[in-house]
């Protein structure tokens, strides 16, 4: 069974990381994919992105890396003959988020949602956290 690991990946986290290493152990073939998110603004070009994802999968012989920005999720799905996405969720916020949009896949093309459980050690890490603090720069010591 092939699925799918969709995101921004701006920029791939250590969470993303661990959700992509427990999804190649659960299916046949994943694969990640950076897509387009219109409620975000990018800060990684999608090649940089793409790259990240490869270096962080190269020990991952059932993961592949692609790209997709123009249209529907389910739409990528069709095309390549995907049936089930995969999502990482750190919390209830997060699954409040993500079960509109798994009804909503299921809805208009059949497209099953296989939830994730974040790590409790990296529940608290975003890639809108990793920017933060990467713009912030290295603590001052004490």
């Known amino acids: 069974m092939r ?4 995101g921004s990946f701006d920029p ?6 661990d959700v992509l290493r427990r999804a190649a152990l659960l299916f ?3 694969v990640v994919c950076v897509m387009f998110n219109p409620n975000k603004t990018g800060r990684f070009p999608i ?25 529907l999720l389910v739409d990528y799905c069709r095309r ?8 990482g969720v750190r919390g209830v916020r997060d699954l409040d988020y993500e079960m509109p949009m798994a009804r909503m ?25 990793v920017t933060g603090m990467s713009q912030i720069g290295p603590c001052p010591e004490r």
Do not use: K, M, W
């Open 12 to 17: 791939v986290t250590q969470g993303h990381q």
């Open 80 to 87: 390549v003959g995907i049936d089930v996405v995969v999502r």
């Open 105 to 129: 896949n299921r809805e208009l093309a059949g497209v099953e949602t296989c939830f994730i459980a974040a790590d409790p050690a990296l529940a608290h890490i975003s890639s809108t956290l």
């Open 28 to 30: 046949d073939e994943v």
């Open 47 to 71: 090649t940089e992105r793409l790259d990240r994802l490869r270096a962080a999968s190269t020990d991952l012989s059932n993961v592949t890396v692609d790209s997709y920005t123009g249209g």
């Open 3 to 6: 699925a799918l690991f969709p």
